[in-house]
């Protein structure tokens, strides 16, 4: 009978475990609670229920004791909650050094996605088991959601601006994988699998996926194509900044302010380049904003990326 | 003459009621408690409709495949099942009608402070609802009752921008209401009607306005803003016009939050009537049932953030939002366990609305603890726009404000219209609604846990029998919720005549006639003693009893 009513989801990532454990902690506190009100409610409604020949009220004002008591052991009890669930939320939103870049773009009603060997999928997400992966994550029209319940996660994904997830699959699997920000008309179609593989399956799925060219490559074709190396040459003499080196760190700007050079910073410059010019440079980049889909701009910022990494022959001294 | 000996019995008094039956005695009148008689039609018709959407909604959900309704008319549905519900019945239900009734008369005024305007809040009220109806028959909106953009500002198809302008004018209607009950408690009380001999009823309905005044104006202007975008493509909400997206959110939700305020605190204040009354005693705690109803409308405002956890507000603000939202919690607790309290060593009579307050207790507990689960980041993450959310404020809205709305309408109908209900059929309709309610709302939060996003027309095969179960409980809920519709208004012409004070009750509502005449009472009563002042060993009279 209780095949019919699953109570928990797979279990599959890192973490997930630790969130079912404190929602059963949850879980064990409410039905204590409940019961206890429950009790206290149907014995008293019993034992002093009005019959010919009853006592009567006895008229009690209250209690400072009692007030302070239940004050602050409900104070306590949620304030240990907190802490608890903060320690799972900061374990969840902070992703290790090193983590796997895969690009998600949402749209109405389709998942997008590049592996970092170039791959793409649409609505399906092929991952190997004890891998970090960070999803960077855009929306080319409202908002959707990200959302692996086997994981335990979901993140918004906007419009105009990154978000990321990350997690590290440990259960080779297929999972749902549902958009959990209501976005119009299909958004209940909006869905797909995330397909989580043994290291050595996923090597052979990449290697019989059409592998196409990793993003940092398109990007490095774009980069031409857009001629956008017309003016950052990475010459002395250019008339736009050198990119060398330069990922992650600050930046001066024109105006006395700094900036870091990330994802979002090159987001918005091939958008709005007016927005923040680096110093010591003039304001002569057109924007890009309509020529560009936010695929391109992530193959870009791969490519970007990829010149400040030692170890993709970025950076050289 | 003889006839003119014999008929003082059997004619009743002048009251509010019989005073005109002219249709223009209604429609232009400025009593409060004809007014609050309107409202309380109006609202009964809406939720008739919102109602039927619901019934809609869980008909589509009882199969996996989206088989009865195409996605748009299903996205539509739930959204107008939201925007009624919301708006035009748990954000009125109590303070418009039982509110209206029952404050001047519960503080010894004989109107409210400003009776032109109280019915102006109506028609204001009765203009929101025309345009909403209007929106829904002229195709409809798809965007959910939360109006988030940019998906509302530009990318539906649907009358958004009708929709936002019902409720925007909606909002003043609130805020009317509000301004009368704040002005009316403050310079209207009768003499020796101090603020702490106050009934816990009016000092939620306090609460409540000073609520209403602070936020409604903020939804007002965020509707206004979405309204622009999406006729003017003003640059707001929409990045392709250089808005941000996530700001809705934030201005949208420091309304809405306060909002669930809006709607559950006068509830609370009828839930605090209604065990007094039926346990035959003083509020237990009744300064700290009155602070914590403070407490809750400050820090409700606080707590916004808690429904953005996974928008990309940043960490940092997580932590902040998540600590005030437990802090939420403790008021919440207090006010529980001062009503179990009260009933301790009282002389309790399970009455029909006792039978709701009780039934009150049960839900909103669950309700309140299942609220916890949303607050704490490392669950919200997984649960968040999931039906555990659904479940949860179900159990806030309809098993707390809705069951308490029954529970004070059964309790204050003899004083509205002099007659009494039946009181079995109100116990079976009770028990009805609690048991429906349950098998409706229960599996709902396993399937959120599950990770059922909500607001979903098609789902996996492997939660069907739970959504099964969550439908036949909707049905049963339906009909506990038609029979009061039945036989309250059948007890309008059949119901036993209601004396005076049919509980035995303590507060000025009570000691005036039933129904009361048009300015409440004969002479300005004095008040001399503390609410809830019954007498040691206080007992219900068996004579009183209507059953």
Known sequence: MWKGIPLFPDSASTYSDAVDYFYLALVVISIFFTVLVAALVVVFAIRYRTRPGSAGAVQIHGSHGLEIFWTVVPLVIVMALFVWSTKIWFVVTRPPAHAEQYYVTGKQWMWKIQH????????????PVGVPIQLRMISEDVIHSFFIPAFRVKRDVLPGRYSTMWFEATKAGTYHLFCAEYCG??????????????????????????????????????????????????????????FKGLWGKQVQLSDGSSVVFNEDYVRESILVPTAKTVAGFQQLMPTYAGQLGEDQILSLIAYLKSLSDPAQGGAKP | MSSTVATPAAEPRTNYLNVDYGWKSWVFSTDHKRIAIMYLITIAFMILVGGSFAILVRLELATPAGDLLQSETYNKIFTMHGVVMVFFFLIP?????????????????????????????????????????????????????????????????????????????????????????????????????????????????????????????????TIVLVALERLFHVGVFDPTYGGDPVLFQHMFWFYSHPAVYIMILPAMGVISELISAFSKKRVFGYPVVAFSSLAIAVIGFFVWGHHMFVTGQSTYAGVVFSVITMLVAVPSAIKVFNWVSTMYKGDVWMTTPMCFAIAFIGLFTVGGLTGIFLGTMGLDIHMHDTYFVVAHFHYVMVGGMVTAFWGGLHFWWPKMFGRMYPENMGRVSAAIIFIGFNMTFFPQFILGYMGMPRRYHFYPEE????????????????????????????????????????WGAKGLEWETDSPPTTFNFDKVPVVTEEAYAYPEGARHQPEAKVV
């Open chain 1, 185 to 242: 008309t299909k958004h209940s179609q909006m869905i797909g699998s995330v397909i989580v593989m043994e290291q050595a399956d996923y090597e052979l799925w990449l290697a019989g996926a059409a592998a196409g060219e990793s993003p940092q490559a398109q990007g490095e074709k774009l980069f031409a194509a857009s001629r956008c190396d017309t003016c950052h040459t990475g010459k002395p003499d250019a008339r736009g900044p050198d």
């Open chain 2, 93 to 221: 239900g109590v303070p418009a009608v039982l509110g209206n009734f029952l404050v001047p008369i519960m503080i010894g005024a004989k109107d409210l402070a400003f009776p032109k305007i109280n019915l102006l809040s109506y028609y204001v009220f009765l203009v929101g609802i025309l345009l909403t109806l209007t929106a829904a028959a002229m195709g409809g909106i798809d965007t959910g009752w939360t109006f988030y953009t940019p998906y509302s500002s530009t990318y539906s198809n649907g009358q958004v921008a009708l929709a936002a302008v019902a409720v925007f004018i909606t909002g003043f209607s609130s805020i009317l209401t509000g301004l009368n009950f704040v002005v009316t408690i403050h310079k209207m009380r009768a003499p020796g009607m101090t603020w702490f001999r106050m009934p816990l009823f009016i000092w939620a309905h306090y609460a409540t306005s000073l609520i209403i005044l602070l936020s409604t104006p903020v939804v007002a202007i």
């Open chain 1, 116 to 127: 970092p060997t170039g791959q793409r999928e649409i609505n399906t997400l092929h991952v």
């Open chain 2, 463 to 502: 939660w069907q029998v739970l959504n099964l179960l969550s439908t036949a409980g909707a049905t049963l809920l339906g009909i506990g919720y038609l029979l009061p519709m039945v036989y309250l208004p059948w007890s309008l012409k059949f119901g036993k005549v209601a004396s005076k004070n049919p």
